[in-house]
């Protein structure tokens, strides 16, 4: 079986792969990252999550409810910068790949 060209550049490849792995990092970072000062947070200072901030309204309570926003941004910043690098390096590659393939006569039907 001959070989086939590889299709882009290895530094095109590693970039894609550092980028993934980059934005994964900082998704799971922040999501997590809040969830686990909130539950230090909770282990170690109790007296300032129960401490009131207003009409009765925990600290603690505050920083759970904060919870929800604080992942659904991640996701957002997750989808906003995986659409603007991610997606058109992808595409560039997936491109090159196809021209290489045609190229070497292995178009598929």
Same mark, same amino acid.
């Given at each position: 079986?001959?070989?086939?060209?590889?299709?882009?550049?290895?530094?095109?490849?590693?970039?894609?792969?550092?980028?993934?792995?980059?934005?994964?990092?900082?998704? %799971?970072?922040?999501? =997590? $990252?809040?969830?686990? &000062?909130?539950?230090?947070?909770? #282990? @170690?200072?109790?007296?300032?999550? /129960?401490?009131?901030?207003?009409?009765?309204?925990? %600290?603690?309570?505050? =920083? $759970?409810?904060?919870? &929800?926003?604080?992942?659904?941004? #991640? @996701?957002?910043?997750?989808?906003? /910068?995986?659409?603007?690098?991610?997606?058109?390096?992808?595409?560039?590659?997936?491109?090159?790949?196809? &021209?290489?393939?045609?190229?070497?006569?292995?178009?598929?039907?």
């Amino acid at each position: 079986m001959p070989s086939r060209p590889a299709p882009g550049r290895h530094s095109d490849l590693r970039e894609l792969r550092v980028a993934y792995r980059r934005q994964r990092r900082v998704a %799971t970072f922040t999501a =997590l $990252g809040y969830f686990t &000062l909130f539950l230090v947070l909770s #282990a @170690l200072a109790p007296a300032l999550m /129960t401490g009131t901030v207003t009409g009765g309204l925990s %600290t603690g309570l505050l =920083l $759970g409810l904060c919870q &929800l926003p604080v992942t659904c941004l #991640a @996701l957002v910043l997750y989808e906003r /910068t995986a659409r603007r690098r991610l997606d058109p390096l992808a595409e560039r590659l997936r491109k090159q790949a196809e &021209l290489a393939d045609a190229r070497a006569g292995g178009g598929r039907p």
